[in-house]
């Protein structure tokens, strides 16, 4: 078997990946917690879109830039563009409807085991997607119990996020819970890689697809108009949420007598008056 590196680069992928996937957590949080406090239906589905592209864009990122870490010494790695592109949407796709499953109507057991299990399944998926998106000088294959073990992490992952989605409030525990979450994905991620084989053949056919490196300012700059985005949004809706609730005073025409009828008389000008009267 040839040598395969998953951390190529030291701890400087794997720590990478991690803050991207909190960071993602951590917005998506706060997302959802003010998508369950608001009271409007389209408000709602606001913050729920912003949550589902945080919380995805943030695990896609995260496998991303963990695969840039990794390296076969004796073999170029290429992408291909298009299912590299396809595992991006089906994270954020996969995410956005167990969200919208599980944020709205009543609240039920039922319904945060399915669309954990959804969920899950869509993100395990998401991440053997991109693994599919890469080639090399030869095949590459997965052991079943590892794959497996996997997939069932990123079941538990999705069901836990999903239930911290909907319950947890504050800004302490959003942080601790989107710590929680991003080690849970990127747990997902390495357990995944180490079930990874690699069969190397060297018969003089290139490689198809792109170098990495060459993907990195596309993603880099989709990343941020999509933070700048994400931002804006939740901003506007913040702002269109104060600007109804300050209601404009409206002036009233009061008259002279109604204005005097409504105003106390104090009790010592009255006894005053009615003494001077007496005297």
Known sequence: MPVVHHFAHGPVNPVAAYALAFLGSLLGLASTARATATG??????????????????????????????FDIPDSPIRYDPRLTLASAVLAVLVVGLGLAFVGTGRRALWKLLA????????????HYTGMAAMH?????GYQPRIVGASVLIAIIAATVALWLSVTVRGRGPIVLSAGIMALAVCGMHYTGMAGLTVDLVHD???????????????????????????????????????RRDVRPLRAHPVSLAEFNASMPIPYSSTVASHDGKSG
């Not at 090399?136 to 590459?140: D, N």
């Not at 056919?205 to 985005?229: E, K, Q």
């Open 136 to 140: 090399v000088t030869g095949s590459l």
């Open 204 to 242: 003089g056919t290139p490689v198809r697809g792109m170098d990495p490196i060459v993907l990195i300012l596309p993603i880099v700059v989709s990343a941020s108009v999509a933070l700048v985005a994400l931002a804006f949004g939740a901003l506007l809706t913040v702002t269109v949420v104060r």
């Open 115 to 126: 669309g954990g299990l959804f969920t899950g399944v869509g993100v395990a998926a998401m």
């Open 40 to 69: 409007t239906r389209s408000r709602r589905a606001r913050w729920l879109v912003t949550a589902a592209f945080s919380i995805g864009g943030g695990i896609w990122l995260m496998h991303f830039t963990a695969m840039l870490g």
